[in-house]
Every structure is written in C-alpha cells, then in structure tokens.
C-alpha cells in the first residue's frame, strides 16, 4: 500500500512539473481538455461519446508527458547537435502530432451531429 501511495506522489510531482515547465501541456491540461468537457456536459453526450473524449484527452496529455520525458533524457545525454537525438525526438514529436490529429477527429466525430 505504501508502495502504490509513493508511486502516485512520483507521479503527481511529474504532473506539477509538467504544468509548470511545458507550455504546451498547460494549454491542453487547462484550456483544451475544460473546453471539451463543458462543451460535452452542455450537449448532454452519450456514455459511450464522453468515453471516447476522456480517452483522446488523456491519451494526448500522457503523450505530451511522454514526450516530455524523452526530450529532458535526451538533453541529458547531449545538447551538442546530434542527428540521432534529432530523429528520437522527431519520432516522440510525431507521436504527440498523431495523437492530437486523432483526437480532433474523434471530436469531429463525436460534436458534429450534436451541433
Ligand atoms: N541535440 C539535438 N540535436 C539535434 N537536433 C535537436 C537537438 N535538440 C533538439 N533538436 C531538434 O529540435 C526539435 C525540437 O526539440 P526541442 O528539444 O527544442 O523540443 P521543444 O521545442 O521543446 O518541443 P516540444 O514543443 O515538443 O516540447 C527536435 O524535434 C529536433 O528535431
């Protein structure tokens, strides 16, 4: 039990410096995941839609984190310019861009016939 509860401390802190360092996942923590779900709560969505949103939503934040995490080790390996560092976070970067790409169609599909 103390195990689990030290694990979540570990995570919450990663979560603290994630909203405090990455701009990026501020806005999807604080603009972008609100805004989807008032919108879903003011539409009054089916189980099953508000599934596939909070799935998108945290699907895109726990990329952005992953992401995040790549980028800080790879700093740490090297910051002189490096080719194969370019590609591990250009692969990192496209996991984040495919994630967002899937949760806007998500979205399209879930909003549209409601809107
Ligand atoms: N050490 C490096 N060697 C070669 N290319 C690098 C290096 N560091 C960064 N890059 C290139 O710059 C891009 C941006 O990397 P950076 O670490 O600045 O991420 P960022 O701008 O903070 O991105 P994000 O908005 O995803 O947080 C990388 O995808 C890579 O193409």
Redesign the pocket.
């Known amino acids: 039990m103390r195990r689990l509860l030290r694990s979540f401390v570990f995570a919450w802190r990663g979560l603290a410096h994630l909203a405090a360092s990455?701009?990026?996942f501020r806005l999807h923590l604080f603009l972008a995941a609100p805004l989807v779900i008032a919108a879903a709560a003011w539409l009054d969505l089916a189980v099953w839609e508000w599934a596939a949103l909070l799935l998108c939503i945290a699907l895109v934040l726990g990329l952005?984190a992953m992401?995040?995490a790549l980028?800080i080790l790879?700093?740490r390996v090297?910051?002189?310019?490096?080719?194969?560092?370019?590609?591990a976070?250009?692969a990192?970067?496209a996991a984040?861009l495919l994630a967002a790409l899937g949760a806007a169609v998500v979205g399209l599909i879930v909003f549209l016939p409601h809107l």
Do not use: F, G
């Not at 090297?78 to 194969?84: A, C, I, K, L, Y």
């Open positions: 990455q701009r990026n952005e992401n995040t980028e790879a700093d090297s910051r002189e310019h490096d080719p194969v560092i370019a590609l976070k250009d990192a970067a984040v």
